[in-house]
């Protein structure tokens, strides 16, 4: 539901006028409907397009509980086409319900997805190994353009955008030890996949982060 005129009125992404509050969960804002199938539905993140029409990112699986019992959890995609919800699978699967990176919006047919998609050394815990992830046909086919961590010692996760971000400075994300309190650096990378971790101590206003060797 969006609303055009700061919260007096609200409607669904095709323009109908919705009654507030939202007294039932079965209303025309429904985009989809997943508890009847006995599934989970996790948001990572919504953009829009040029037309203004959202895209929205989530994580599917079969429970709340962690494991490979409710596996396996699929990253898809669902966009208001101005007339209908169309819904696809990445065939991007993941370990963990919490597993989290957004989508970028780079055209309204090149999109981008850079989230711990591989699992990591603390399998099935939130995180894992960060790769990059393209479509340029609008979310219907998708590759896997760069493995950007391997071999980490603890599990990368909740990657994030940078608002108006630059192709510098294209994401940011913390690692840490899924099973045990533990130290966490931070990292961030560019539009290419390169990654850099940002210095544990800062002896002035200015350092120079350390480039993660590459993995292909």
Not at 69 to 82: D, L, Q, S
Not at 124 to 137: K, R, S
Not at 149 to 171: I, K, L, Q, W
Not at 187 to 206: E, I, T
């Amino acid at each position: 539901m969006e609303s055009d005129d700061f919260g007096a009125t609200w409607k669904t992404a095709g323009g109908q006028v919705l009654a507030t509050p939202l007294a039932d969960k079965a209303n025309p804002a429904l985009v989809l409907e997943y508890e009847s199938k006995g599934r989970n539905c996790y948001i990572k993140d919504v953009q829009f397009d040029s037309k203004g029409h959202p895209i929205i990112l989530f994580v599917l699986s079969k429970g709340y509980q962690s494991g490979p019992a409710n596996g396996p959890r699929e990253w898809r995609t669902v966009r208001w086409t101005g007339t209908e919800w169309q819904e696809r699978f990445t065939g991007i699967v993941s370990g963990n319900n919490y597993d989290t990176g957004p989508v970028y919006v780079e055209s309204d047919t090149t999109w981008r997805i850079i989230g711990p998609t591989e699992l990591g050394p603390q399998p099935y815990n939130p995180g894992g190994e960060i790769a990059m992830w393209l479509t340029e046909d609008a979310g219907t086919t998708w590759r896997k353009v760069r493995q950007m961590t391997a071999g980490s010692a603890m599990n990368h996760t909740y990657v994030r955008r940078p608002v108006n971000a630059h192709p510098d400075f294209y994401g940011f994300w913390a690692d840490g030890h899924g099973r045990k309190p533990s130290a966490s650096s931070l990292y961030f990378c560019n539009q290419k996949g390169d990654v850099f971790r940002l210095p544990a101590v800062m002896d002035g206003d200015f350092a120079q982060p350390e480039k993660v060797p590459a993995k292909e």
